[in-house]
C-alpha cells in the first residue's frame, strides 16, 4: 500500500505563491509518476494532471500553468513539491496528489485547499 500525504495550502492573495508537498510512504516504485490534480468548487475532479513528473524527471503540465507552476521531486523522500507562482483566483481549488507506479495503479492523497482570495 502507498499513502500520500498533502501539506501547503492555505489562503493567499492574487499574484501570491504557495508550494505544495506531498509525501510518499509504503511500497514505493522506484519507477513512478507523480501528479497533481485539483477540484474546483462546485465541479469534479479534473481528469488531466496540471502537472506531472516521472521518477527521472520529465515533466509534463497543462498549458493552464506553464510558466506559473512548476513540480519538482526529491525521490529520497518520495517527495513531490509543486510551486505555485502568480497565483489567480481561478486557481482556487483543493489540490490532490496522484501516484502511478509500474502497475498502472492510480494512489491519492487526501487533497490540500488553496484559496486564492484578496
Known amino acids: 500500500q502507498v499513502r500520500l500525504v498533502e501539506s501547503g495550502g492555505g489562503l493567499v492573495q492574487p499574484g501570491g505563491s504557495l508550494r505544495l508537498s506531498c509525501a510518499a510512504s509504503g511500497s514505493i516504485s522506484s519507477i513512478n509518476v507523480m501528479g497533481w490534480y485539483r477540484q474546483a468548487p462546485g465541479k469534479q475532479r479534473e481528469v488531466v494532471a496540471l502537472?506531472?513528473?516521472?521518477?527521472?524527471?520529465?515533466?509534463d503540465y497543462v498549458e493552464s500553468v506553464k510558466g506559473r507552476f512548476t513540480i519538482s521531486r526529491d525521490n529520497a523522500k518520495n517527495t513531490v513539491y509543486l510551486q505555485m507562482n502568480n497565483l489567480e483566483p481561478e486557481d482556487t481549488a483543493v489540490y490532490y496528489c496522484n501516484y502511478v507506479p509500474r502497475t498502472g495503479n492510480h494512489y491519492w492523497g487526501q487533497g490540500t485547499q488553496v484559496t486564492v482570495s484578496s
Open positions: 502537472a506531472q513528473i516521472t521518477s527521472d524527471g520529465t515533466t
